[in-house]
């Protein structure tokens, strides 16, 4: 059975950052294209990265352009998300995703606020 499992959300500071985690099982990171998306609250959930099979090619929402990198560790099999230079905007409930099969973690918490 496909897990996804986040962690790494917390409360921050404007200007801050974070580093989110996604533990993958039991498929491996680097057989898979994998998305972070979020869900602001009372809004609905939005795209925030990707990356796909080779590792190669990164696509980013324009809001956190500049500021987020999507990145995977295969000896770890986890996804990652660093984020700098955080905003209140950025506030949400973050989550990984893989697109084949449509397989969601639970989510992780993310408050940024002064």
């Known amino acids: 059975q496909v897990q996804l499992v986040e962690s790494g959300g917390d409360w921050v500071q404007p200007g801050g950052s974070l580093k989110l985690s996604c533990a993958a099982s039991p498929f491996i990171v680097s057989n898979f294209a994998l998305n972070w998306y979020r869900q602001p609250p009372g809004k609905e959930r939005e795209f925030v990265a990707s990356i796909n099979i080779a590792g190669n090619s990164r696509v980013y929402a324009d809001s956190v352009k500049g500021r987020f990198t999507i990145s995977r560790d295969v000896t770890k099999n986890t996804l990652f998300l660093q984020m700098n230079n955080l905003k209140p905007e950025d506030t949400g409930v973050y989550y990984c995703?893989?697109?084949?099969?449509?397989?969601w973690g639970q989510g992780t918490q993310v408050v940024v606020s002064a």
């Open positions: 995703m893989r697109p084949h099969g449509e397989y």
